[in-house]
């Protein structure tokens, strides 16, 4: 069992590293990668959006309730500006990712697997690692970070509307305190942190679905393993790229 | 330096523990359709994957073009690739892709200097050889078995191979459609002289289009030969697969 965990773990991590390598390496599948930049990036946005929008009701209906108490409520923009930013935003818009990317992901992959398109494509002369899983890690890395603004842009306006529809408090008033106090360092690296969180649902993902060859029971489990490896390991490394934050920006973790 | 497109050296491949291809040994010469015969499961698709190089013999040696498969870097197994051709038994479209792009996708990747004005006319001259041009922008899920097959063989000739692989062109189709691909395999083989190397069950369309036949049985080569040669020979068991019935 604990052999076998080691042994996927290392196939994973060989698997990245070529996806990494491969990226930096012509011929640039182009073309494949735009297509996929539009289904990830495209394809998310109203489900990371909407999520978004609900998450910040919620989120200040609950801190509303308790900072009432302590008179405290002109913190509400402020307090949900620094929950998104910070953790909020990228950890829900990885998860999201992982569930609706990287089951598509997995089951896409293994079905091309079960019904021999990859091997097709290696018939043509053509690199199937680079088409298929190099464009993908790419988009995924680099989508899920922009996904993360918006998420985060959702979430404020979620906060600003239930605000307004509590306390009747202004745009720009609402504003104003939600940025009070934010430095570029709450936001930036842990958007950034999301690139990674981006480059392991792909990874993954591509992972079970590209090396399954199990037939459809194949596709099945590519898909759950997918969802379920990639989200464990986006909470797991969240935890090491929190406390990377808070070494490389000591004031974030004051 | 052999002038056969493909030999097979005393070739060995087991899955698990079980022996699928027991010491195999024949050539394909240029221009020469083969036949692969036999019962499912001997081995008649895995020879064919040998050739192209998505399965690696355990034992003995698989040359295409002289090239020996097993010695190719990934460079050298995609340039011997390039002058081969496949079409799968089950078509193995992309899915995802229209018919059009499934055609335009070896040409804008092996060539990128082809301007598009160019791959599309590649692209339509495929599809019309194949009696599909009309149907380039539908996906593969839209096409009858029959029009996929003839997509997957416009697919595997686009890069104008020297050599074509194809496993069961009849599976899956009824008498008449499996013979309008027979028809197409023997226009290509005429027209191109392209060497063929085919598996399978069906007889009819075997007869039609080989030079020779290869009959596999339990991993070995059973007889090997023209359907003349074959068809002379008092072996009941062998008559089983080359008799028509």
């Known amino acids: 069992m604990l052999k076998s965990a080691f042994d996927s773990i290392g196939r994973v991590t060989l698997f990245g590293a070529q996806a990494l390598r491969d990226a930096c390496v012509p011929p640039f599948e182009g073309e494949y990668l735009l297509k996929q930049f539009y289904e990830i990036g495209v394809g998310s946005f109203l489900l990371i959006v909407a999520s978004g929008f609900a998450l910040g009701v919620v989120m200040t209906l609950h801190t509303r309730s308790t900072l009432v108490q302590f008179g405290a409520e002109a913190e509400i923009p402020v307090f949900q500006s620094l929950a998104f930013f910070n953790e909020l935003g990228p950890l829900v818009a990885a998860l999201l990712m992982a569930g609706r990317v990287g089951a598509g992901i997995g089951a896409q992959l293994a079905n091309m697997r079960a019904t021999e398109q990859i091997d097709a494509i290696e018939t043509l002369s053509v690199d199937s690692f680079k088409l298929l899983v190099v464009t993908r890690v790419i988009a995924c890395t680099v989508m899920l970070p922009l996904l993360t603004i918006f998420m985060d842009a959702a979430g404020i306006l979620g906060g600003f509307v239930s605000e307004n529809v509590a306390s009747h408090l202004g745009w720009t008033l609402y504003m104003q305190r939600a940025f009070d106090g934010v430095a570029l360092a709450d936001f930036i690296p842990p958007t950034l942190k999301t690139a990674v969180f981006g480059y392991l649902i792909a990874t993954i993902s591509c992972f079970y679905g590209y090396t399954t060859n199990e037939g459809s029971d194949g596709v099945r489990k590519a898909a759950t393993n997918s969802v379920v490896i990639s989200s464990l390991v986006v909470i797991l490394a969240d935890v090491i790229l929190v406390k990377c934050i808070f070494f490389l920006f000591p004031d974030q973790a004051i | ?245």
Request: aromatic content about 4%; some cysteine.
């Open chain 2, 1 to 245: 330096m052999s002038d056969a497109p493909i030999v097979f050296e005393q070739v060995e491949k087991g899955f698990s523990g079980r022996a699928v291809l027991d010491k195999v040994s024949f050539s394909v010469a240029r221009g020469e359709a083969l036949c692969i015969l036999g019962r499912s499961g001997t081995g008649k698709s895995v020879t064919l994957k040998l050739m192209i190089g998505l399965l690696q013999a355990d034992n003995g040696k698989v040359l295409v073009c002289n090239e020996d498969m097993a010695a190719l870097d990934e460079d050298g197994l995609m340039k011997v690739r390039r002058k081969m051709g496949y079409l799968f038994q089950s078509a193995a479209l992309f899915d995802s892709f229209t018919v059009a792009e499934n055609l335009a996708l070896p040409l804008h990747r092996l060539d990128r200097n082809k301007s598009p004005d160019e791959i599309k006319r590649k692209v339509d001259e495929g599809l019309r050889e194949v009696g599909l041009e009309k149907d380039g922008q539908k996906l593969p899920s839209a096409l009858s078995g029959g029009m996929q097959k003839r997509a997957g063989l416009a697919r595997a000739l686009v890069l104008q191979p020297e050599i074509l692989l194809v496993d069961e062109p009849a599976s899956g189709l009824d008498r008449i459609t499996a013979s309008e691909i027979d028809d197409l395999l023997i226009k290509v083989k005429k027209e191109r002289q392209t060497t063929m190397v085919i598996v399978t069950h069906d007889i009819h369309g075997a007869r039609k289009i080989a030079d020779k036949f290869a009959v596999l049985d339990q991993g070995r080569l059973l007889a090997f030969g023209t359907p003349e040669e074959l068809d002379s020979r008092n072996d009941q068991w062998l008559q089983q697969f080359i008799a028509e019935r």
